[in-house]
């Protein structure tokens, strides 16, 4: 199981010391979140007979159905989905925010139209039963440039980013979409920089996609250490939060002072933190983190962070 801690969900949830400025209930959470200001999409509700007869669908289906939480694991923190109730279905499929919460016009017929076996496919988007109802492109991704005055990177035979993991995450169609409108740079290569460490993250989401809204801040704290690169078709590197359990291990990519690691969370989402390292080793500009899930397409959120390392050294030890 992935790591569970509440840096990330500073990421996520956009936590800070301060209020947002656009009013919160001194949690960090805007009054009407999750509508949308600047980063969302605010769409008109479906016809109410067709929320129906997919609530209905997901109630006959019982324990057969699983709708997405929208919770990666961090903390107490999710979005509001407590399916398979019929009643928080029909909220939630009429909402304004529906794509957001996995009720998007494709999604709401693929729940209609699928056998109970067949629906937890609806939130999905690796499945041929979300690809039946819902258009998924293929959009693979692209390396970023290297730096300039750096070689171009060794990326291990049999790889295409230089991780047999970190293909696997972004080869997800959700993934390679919110990638792509984002512009996340992803560094290729087998032999990433070692960013072992304390780091300081300060930054705002500064584009979303059925998320939170853009200007949302962004402080945390990220402890890496014990980079393996013995097997080169899979660099890994253990994270945690401030220097205290739980910890976990992710992949890594990269070469030269780039570097990608890639957090995944099975069935929820996944975490992309990405950069390239100063001249002084001890600081990055505009780190990119891109947060994505996977229950649909278009829902996603990218910051831009500024970090210092605190510290040469770090464990997760306690």
């Not at 009429?94 to 629906?119: F, P």
């Not at 492109?137 to 230089?162: C, F, L, M, R, Y």
Request: glycine letters at 12%; aromatic letters at 8%; proline letters at 7%.
């Amino acid at each position: 199981m992935r790591i569970q801690y509440l840096a990330l969900l500073c990421v996520l949830a956009a936590c800070s010391d301060k209020k947002n400025d656009g009013g919160d209930g001194g949690d960090g959470w805007s009054d009407d979140y999750p509508g949308f200001d600047e980063g969302g999409t605010n769409i008109d509700p479906p016809a109410l007979g067709q929320c129906g007869e997919a609530c209905a669908n997901i109630q006959a289906c019982g324990d057969e159905v699983s709708p997405p939480s929208m919770d990666l694991g961090f903390g107490d923190v999710n979005l509001g989905v407590e399916l398979p109730s019929i009643a928080d279905c029909a909220a939630n499929c009429s909402a304004d925010n529906r794509i957001t919460l996995g009720y998007s016009d494709c999604q709401i017929e693929c729940i209609t139209g699928e056998a109970c076996g067949s629906v937890n496919g609806c939130w999905d988007v690796t499945s041929d039963t979300y690809a039946k109802y819902c258009p998924v492109e293929d959009k693979p991704v692209e390396p970023a440039e290297v730096p300039e005055g750096e070689p171009e990177p060794e990326i291990e035979d049999g790889t295409t980013s230089g991780s047999e993991e970190a293909d696997e995450i972004i080869e997800n169609p959700a993934v390679e979409e919110s990638v792509e409108a984002s512009g996340t740079d992803i560094f290729f290569g087998s032999d990433p920089y070692d960013i072992s460490g304390l780091w300081t993250a300060k930054g705002a989401i500064d584009a979303a996609e059925n998320a939170r809204p853009v200007g949302s801040p962004i402080n945390t704290e990220l402890c890496f250490h014990s980079l393996e690169t013995e097997d080169p078709a899979n660099p890994q590197i253990s994270y945690c939060e401030r220097g205290t359990p739980p910890q976990d291990i992710a992949p890594i990519t990269g070469s030269g002072s780039t570097w990608s690691i890639f957090l995944e969370f099975p069935g929820t989402g996944s975490i992309i933190f990405s950069g390239t390292v100063n001249e002084d080793g001890e600081s990055m500009t505009d780190v990119d983190a891109l947060v994505t899930y996977y229950h649909g397409l278009d829902i996603w959120e990218h910051s831009l962070t500024a970090w210092a390392r605190t510290s040469a050294d770090c464990s997760c030890g306690g």
